[in-house]
């Protein structure tokens, strides 16, 4: 035995169980947050109980089962309920999702298995997904194009006049987008040009009629466009849908305002696959409504994606120029060990600090001087002396700076010192050497600094929330006005909006499983990110491979 622990083995074997213990805990918190995430995008089984009050009046809950418990006895007589002849030590409750908000005053209730009577489950019974006020679930009676009923299967009139209606919907949206957005951004324009030439004392009549002609004609224009979306708004209010609901009242319903109909109970599995699969590509590529609590996360997918990208921009080269100062140039001195200490304690400092930090320093001292030196004209509205994406990838680069210096500088200790000494002996300059031979061997050392600040960057929310988050992000950073890229706007983040739906909806029980469906996308996109720059890095080791023989 004494040989056995003296060989070291019980310590290698008690490292592989804690790595092997750690990876299993990660896989299944990882299985966890995907399989409560994705299974809200299964088409549920939507069912009609009919339920009995202690008083004896009965009542119709049409929806889907939403969660449910194991209620004790003694809580729920504590809680004033009778249950006289109730033997069982415990009792189930559902949480049903109703829908229907603007008609019943709760979107969930619960259902005590005493109180109810009986449960079934039509197959004519259609969800309803909604731009607004949530799914509406119920029986479908008639059809209606204008107020005249439709003859013909009801489904499938429902459906080809849904087609015809997110058809009109895609095309007011990318008129709005497009052309619309476009004048309304170059009537902007001519407001600050009139207002920088009455700022610089250059209103003259010449310039401010040349102004109002392009104004005049920029409002003809839009005028023209508004009328085109008037009347492809008249044309997606033309059919209606009526629909005997829960309360047994028949509800008429503008499709103009529904997504999509589905009737759940009469699919198979195939057909809930392919439903399963089309409403993960709408929640990835969708835009969110219902203060979140319904539609996609595209905007937080393409803001996290993209100021990650702008803060590994930033960061590599301030963080390999740094490390080759210290390792290549600095003298070995006590100034030098000074600032590396501080560089690794940087790494240790509360990431709300930085966002402090460039709230102050980079948000109201720098955006605030360029807007007075540049931008006068808009102000007191700022348009750099506010949070936006390039201050927050800015803050990020430089909290994740000193993990992209200590990895650089290790990759460059790495390098024999006989090859810098080759290099120079055959006439390269020290610049040359560094070039061509040392930074091309500490590639792959650059990408793993990168590889751990993406990893740590992506999944910050703290910082962000005070220099460039928001809930919600009208615009993306990027458009089709000139010049196109436009940093100084504010963007989504989906750190952000887990946090936003998880603690600020005002339907808890509906935003719930998109907190686990947001978690999962995060890191699925933070694995994604990785996997990249894992695959880069290897490219560079295998390119430069030579040079380390």
Known sequence: MNKWFKSGAP???????AVSISLVAVLGL?????????????P????????????????TVIGEIHDREQVPLAQLRGAGLALEGVTAETLTRYLIKTGNREFVPLDFRWLLETNIVSRQQPADLVV????NNGNFYGYVE??????????????EQLQTRLKRVRELNSEMKSLQRGDIGTINFQLEKLRLKQRRLELDGEATEQALAGIRAEEQQLR???QVLEKQLFALREQARRDNVVIRDMRGQSVTLSLGTVLDATWPNDMGLVSKTLHWFSQIGKFVSGEPREANTEGGVFPAIFGTVFMVILMAIIVTPLGVVAAIYLHEYAGKNNLTKMIRIAVINLAGVPSI?????GLGFFVYMVGGSLDQLFYPESLPTPTFGSPGVLWSALTLAILTLPVVIVSTEEGLSRIPSSVRQGSLALGATKAETLWRIVIPMASPAIMTGLILAIARAAGEVAPLMLVGVVKLAPNLPVDGNFPYLHVERKFMHLGFHIYDVGFQSPNVEAARPLVYATSFLLVTVIVGLNLTAIGIRNHLREKFRSLDQ
């Open 11 to 17: 310590w290698i074997w008690m490292t592989g169980g």
């Open 353 to 357: 600090v930085y966002g402090v930090f």
């Open 142 to 155: 008639q059809v209606l194009q204008g107020d005249s009923a439709v003859g013909g299967d009801l489904r």
């Open 30 to 42: 990882l299985l966890l947050i995907g399989w409560r995430g994705l299974t809200f995008f299964w």
């Open 128 to 131: 309803l997904e909604r731009s």
């Open 44 to 59: 549920h089984s939507i069912y009609e109980w009919q339920v009995s009050t202690p008083a004896g009046e009965r009542y």
């Open 220 to 222: 003809a224009d839009y």
